[in-house]
């Protein structure tokens, strides 16, 4: 009978939910950790991506801390944005911005600004 190697695979359920918490710095998002994930600015971050499959679609949503005012310095450099930049995101204390992410292969990445809301 084969052996089966389940064990040691990372497999991303639809609709799977990964929370990174308070991050500062670089982040590194593996994408089979969840479809959706979060993470929460406390000060300016750099996004980086693992585990990438193709046809994969990966939502960040990406909230400010109390303090606010925290950037998005660098995405990977293979992300495709529409019209070519990186979306100005959200700065205010609180505030939510999701980006979605779709794969379509190991250095081809497309992105889009999907949602803006502010914390009253």
Known sequence: MPQRM?????????GSYYDLGDCAGEVMVFWDRGEFQ???AASNLLINFRNMV?????????????TGG?????????????????????????????????????????GRLWGRWAVP
Do not use: H, K, N
């Open 6 to 14: 389940t064990r040691d695979l990372r497999v991303c359920r639809e």
């Open 38 to 40: 979060r993470v929460r």
């Open 54 to 66: 193709a046809g994969r679609r990966l939502v960040l949503v990406l909230e400010q801390d109390a």
């Open 70 to 110: 925290r950037t998005v310095t660098a995405w990977p450099w293979y992300v495709r944005w529409p019209g070519g930049t990186a979306p100005e995101l959200s700065t205010d204390p609180g505030s939510v911005d999701l980006i979605e992410f779709l794969c379509m292969g190991v250095v081809r990445v497309y």
